[in-house]
T-cell receptor, first 114, second 110 residues
């Protein structure tokens, strides 16, 4: 059973397009995250939701919009894609109290903007 | 506020030991350690919460100093499977937001 899953695994698109990445976790966690990992491997938090409520919203362009329809899902929609958006996007989840916040990551979505 | 990880990279022979450090200018609520293999997602190794704490499993262990500003990850008798990039993630407050170090790339050669 996959704990944290993301779709798609690879996404190749042209500048200006709009795309979405979906994330689902079956761990019963109450907190979910979106991270961006660039070519230099820096991991940067973008957003975090706890029980469907946005709790972390780092300085990212407002072209990025997260949506959490329920505790098990966190999707990321990106408008007007730019070359600089090319990166690997990881979804992660954790439980705020039970496991001291250890995070479980999805397999990543490699986004390439041409 | 990004923690400083050192070294940036280390190359070892199988069986050798390595130490990876993670330092912060502020006292930390917790330190997490993760390993990421090439093309894969980061995987949780351990979390340290208390000053002076040490914990570990197998031949990978970590410590958190008394002032809670530095953590070290120890890999003893390294195996090929230990290769990857090691990240520390630090919490300054109890807000479950991790600020990540830049990573330490560990290469193990047979």
């Amino acid at each position: 059973d996959t704990a944290v899953s993301q779709t798609p695994k690879y996404l190749v698109t042209q500048m200006g397009n709009d795309k979405s990445i979906k994330c689902e976790q079956n761990l019963g966690h109450d907190t979910m995250y979106w991270y961006k990992q660039d070519s230099k491997k820096f991991l940067k938090i973008m957003f975090s939701y706890n029980n469907k409520e946005l709790i972390i919203n780092e300085t990212v362009p407002n072209r990025f919009s997260p949506k959490s329809p329920d505790k098990a899902h966190l999707n990321l929609h990106i408008n007007s894609l730019e070359l600089g958006d090319s990166a690997v996007y990881f979804c992660a989840s954790s439980h705020r109290t039970r496991f001291k916040g250890e995070q479980y990551f999805g397999p990543g979505t490699r986004l390439t903007v041409t | 506020q990004q923690p400083v990880q050192s070294p940036q990279a280390v190359i070892l022979r199988e069986g050798e030991d390595a130490v990876i450090n993670c330092s912060s200018s502020k006292a930390l609520y917790s330190v997490h350690w993760y390993r990421q293999k090439h093309g894969e997602a980061p995987v949780f190794l351990m979390i340290l919460l208390k000053g002076g704490e040490q914990k570990g499993h197998d031949k990978i262990s970590a410590s958190f100093n008394e002032k809670k500003q530095q953590s070290s990850l120890y890999l003893t008798a390294s195996q090929l499977s230990y290769s990857g990039t090691y990240f520390c993630g630090t919490e300054i407050g109890s807000n479950y937001q991790l600020i990540w170090g830049a990573g330490t790339k560990l290469i193990i050669k047979p």
